[in-house]
Structure formats: C-alpha cells, structure tokens
C-alpha cells in the first residue's frame, strides 16, 4: 500500500487549503488515517486523526480551524484547512495504520509543503 498526498501550497494568512492522501493497494482494512506535520528544525507533531469509524482527534492549536474527514470507500483522507496561520507553515505527512493479513502497519506518505505567507 501507498500514501499519496496532494494539495499543498503557498497561502497568506487566514486563507484555505485542502489536502488529499488516498491509500492504494490492497489492504484488509485501514483503522485510522490521519496527517503530521514538521516544522524546519522542530519534531514531527500530530495534526489530525480519524478512525474508519468517524472518532476524530485533533492538536489543540487546529481546533476549530481544521476538519478531517475520511471516504472510507475510497481510502481517501482530506484536510481542510481554514483560517491558516503563519505558524502552519510546515511540511504536511499523510499516515495511516494499515491492517494486513499479518497484522497492523504504520505507512507514512510523502510530504507536501504548506506555506502560509504574506
């Protein structure tokens, strides 16, 4: 299985961006999906998570800035991202726990840059 993110870019403040991960191969099932983003010179930190359940969990300086949804049919987690701060601007990493016949595996995708910037 890969993870494929899209939907990055340059933003000014208090703007909007949607970023996309799809999931594809051929998994049993996929419990969570979820981004993280690092920062230069800073730890890579959780953004946003959400079960194939819908439970959802959130970093606390996204909080209602930031929705995290899933198309479970497609394998599919989105990002949306508004009222955008200069402090968001960090590369963005899609995640995923992919459950496989042997059991669990944690993916990463690639990362995709987010600039927020006047």
């Known amino acids: 299985v890969q993870l494929q993110a899209s939907g990055g870019g340059l933003v000014q403040p208090g703007g909007s961006l949607r970023l996309s991960c799809a999931a594809s191969?051929?998994?049993?099932?996929?419990?969570?999906m979820g981004w993280y983003r690092q920062a230069p010179g800073k730890q890579r930190d959780l953004v946003a998570r959400?079960?194939?359940?819908?439970?959802?969990d959130y970093a606390d300086s996204v909080k209602g800035r930031f929705t995290i949804s899933r198309d479970n049919a497609k394998n599919t987690v989105y990002l949306q991202m508004n009222s955008l701060k200069l402090e968001d601007t960090a590369v963005y990493y899609c995640?995923?726990?992919?459950?496989?016949?042997?059991?669990?595996?944690?993916?990463w995708g690639q990362g995709t840059q987010v600039t927020v910037s006047s």
């Open positions: 995640s995923a726990v992919v459950m496989y016949g042997s059991g669990p595996k944690s993916l």
């Open positions: 191969g051929t998994v049993f099932s996929i419990p969570t």
């Open positions: 959400m079960t194939s359940g819908g439970v959802t």
